[in-house]
């Protein structure tokens, strides 16, 4: 925090370029975290294949052939065949595009939830922060593989309901997090001055204190990211994936049944999850070492 | 608030978070009875079978399962019924849910205690070889190890490994609980059994290895520069006995605590392995139950691990405070 000098200096400049000061030195504390970078480059390249899945599969993902249980490295099929005679190389990468979309919309929506209830228990306190944190704690005991696997089980397993569940499941370490650093930053001078120039509490939340706190809530999102991606590759795996589409975790699950016949179909899509899992977490480990040294992982 | 006697404020605290735990368990069965609600699929359907019957005969089945009785009634007969051990009836298995749920939990206990065991070992000695150097081979070791341990989903793992220990090099067996072509006798059979363990056990402990292994380490080198450490070394203890004397027992705290609050996770986890493993315990049941919509069972699974959760979450806050001298309630 020494690093960016003294708070006088700080409210003396003027915002905009304040902003992106801060913003270059946080860049700069990034680039010097060598997992953060690690991090970066694999979730981009896998934000590159998932875009480009149509152009780079070599084959149709779903079209099935004779030459089922092709091994790889030889022939057309350079990771194989699956027991329908589908590319395995093609299923892989279209299965990056459910993983992605899965993990970064339901951590989209748990950031958003945890960020409003952190953000009014913090601000509000009092009884209100109270039943707002018995629900959190609610939220956290509850264990979310198995409730949200019942959940998709009654009411289908589509992109959009996956998405929810497990958004809908995964906030409250957000809320928890936003909730103690608005308790501390209430009753920042700041705020005061804010209060004092007639500002209502819900621009003081969210445009005036929200900003100072998305440092920490950007690395519990990536984090978040990577958890979403486990839950819904574990879900498909349960044969609970969306019916429709290519997915990791559903791959898994056909290979399980031709496990002694066919190892490629279960190597090469697990390397896909642990890489994306990974990436997303190593990210967030530069994030960290990015907004707040002190915590960066030694 | 009696900060000077331990013993008064832990059983205040502790009795605080009994009742705090009250409104944690109701919830969790409101929920349960929403999703029992909105489970799909007619209840009198399932129990009497697809085939035309009698109004007069559907009408007596609802009455008998009071499925004409309103919701708030309906919810008070539920609570009632789990509170004296009844959470439903399995289609499936023609059996009791509970009866169902308590065959199987031996085998999962069996998993998920020996994996607590074994990576909690393996994780704090890996911390303490990697935190004694920082920067060293070991170090960078082990810290790679547990971030990939950390980002390896547990049921792919369980496939990995059947594949090199019981399809290639054909050590282990790849699955089930015991062999089913031989049978064997006292010893004979507890060494059968233990070889079906290894591998479920051993998918399932990688992810908590790499948890404790880089906790281990972190907390570690926090500890390392508190003053009581650099007053042991200025009494000139040797480095070793500072380290597993002194800086291990303080480190050790967040640890044991890890497992108590990632004990979902393990659960979780131990459902996804068993299914590899084709492991009878809970978690196959509940995969099996998926196949089935046996949704009776997966509803008392979810009431019961819930209720596990909370209840180990309690005891785990309770030992914290006993195992650390510095904490007063």
Known sequence: MAAEGGADVAVAAPGARRERSNASAAWRRFRRSSSGVFGLTVVALLAVVAMLAPALAPFDPHATSRAAFATPFGGPHILGTDNLGRDVLSQVIWGSRVSLIVGLAAAATATLIGVVVGALAGYFGGWFDELLMRVTEFFQVIPRFVLALIVVAFFGSGLVNLILVIGLLSWPQTARLVRSQYLSHKTLPYVDAGRALGMRNARLMFLQILPNVMGPVLVVASLDVAQAILLEASLGFFGLGDPNLTSWGGMLNSAQTFIRRAWWMSVFPGVGITLAVLGFNLFGDGLTEAYDPRMAPR | ?329
């Open chain 2, 1 to 329: 608030m009696a900060s000077e006697g331990n013993g008064g404020g832990l059983a205040i605290y502790a009795l605080r978070r009994v009742i705090n735990a009250v409104p944690l368990v109701l919830g969790v069965v409101v929920v349960n009875f929403v999703l029992i609600a909105l489970a799909p699929g007619d209840p009198v359907t399932s129990l009497i079978g697809e085939y035309p019957a009698p109004p007069e005969y559907v009408e007596r089945v609802r009455h008998d399962f009071g499925l004409d009785r309103s919701i708030p009634e309906r919810l008070i007969l539920y609570v009632a019924n789990v509170a004296r051990g009844d959470l439903g009836f399995s289609f499936a298995n023609r059996q009791s849910v509970t009866t169902l749920l308590l065959q199987r939990l031996g085998r999962t206990l069996v998993l998920m205690l020996s994996t607590v065991v074994v990576a909690t070992a393996v994780g704090l000695l890996l911390g303490v070889l990697s935190a004694r150097r920082p920067g060293s081979l070991t170090d960078r070791g082990a810290t790679g190890f547990a971030l990939v341990g950390y980002a390896v989903p547990e049921f792919w793992l369980g496939q990995l490994l059947i594949l090199v220990f019981a399809v290639w090099l054909g050590w282990l067996p790849a699955g089930g609980f015991r062999s089913v072509r031989v049978e064997y006798v006292g010893f004979a059979a507890a060494l059968d059994s233990f070889r079906h363990m290894l591998l479920p056990m051993a998918a399932l402990s990688f992810r908590y290895m790499a948890i404790t292994t880089r906790l281990t380490r972190a907390s570690l080198l926090e500890v390392m520069s508190a003053q009581y450490i650099t007053a042991a070394r200025g009494r000139g203890l040797s480095e070793n006995a500072v380290l597993w004397r002194h800086a291990l027992r303080a480190a050790a705290l967040p640890v044991v605590t890890v497992i108590g609050y990632n004990f979902a996770f393990i659960v979780a986890g131990s459902a996804l392995v068993e299914t590899v493993f084709g492991w009878p315990g809970i978690g196959r049941l509940m995969y099996d139950s998926i196949y089935t919509r046996d949704y009776p069972v997966l509803l008392g699974i979810l009431l019961f691990v819930s209720v596990t959760v909370i209840l180990v979450n309690l005891i785990t806050d309770a030992l914290y405070a006993v195992l650390d001298p510095r904490v007063r309630y």
